[in-house]
């Protein structure tokens, strides 16, 4: 029901935008975040944007590079990643919160896209 889209590879300082494409219903009243997963390391919070986009988290280690909006006539969630850098490298998930407002634990969201992989390089 979540399908994420947009990874690719990418030198040391350029951008991508990932999009969160949501079927079958509507994430309107769930906020939504992304996380991500290195290879060898644990899943970690990204970014969270509340249910109507006026509200957003984002994790120290991507603060003023990141952008996360969302689109609800869409059904769909976005991530800007601007300046990226090598430990960026990961597979990168989408989610739908079981609340509105941000979250920023794994055990707060209810339905998980299938992960699209980023690959940075220096």
């Known amino acids: 029901q979540l399908q994420a889209s947009g990874g690719g590879l990418v030198q040391a300082g350029g951008s991508l935008r990932l999009s969160c494409a949501a079927s079958?219903?509507?994430?309107?009243?769930?906020?939504m975040g992304w996380f991500r997963q290195a290879l060898g390391k644990e899943r970690e919070f990204v970014a969270s944007v509340n249910w109507n986009g006026g509200d957003t988290a984002y994790a120290d280690s991507v603060k003023g590079r990141f952008t996360i909006s969302r689109d609800n006539a869409k059904n769909t969630s976005y991530l800007r990643m601007n300046s990226l850098k090598p430990e960026d490298t990961a597979v990168y998930y989408c989610a739908a919160a079981r609340v509105l407002w941000i979250a920023n634990a794994g055990y707060q969201y209810e339905y998980w896209g299938q992960g699209t992989l980023v690959t940075v390089s220096s």
């Open positions: 079958g219903r509507t994430f309107s009243r769930r906020a």
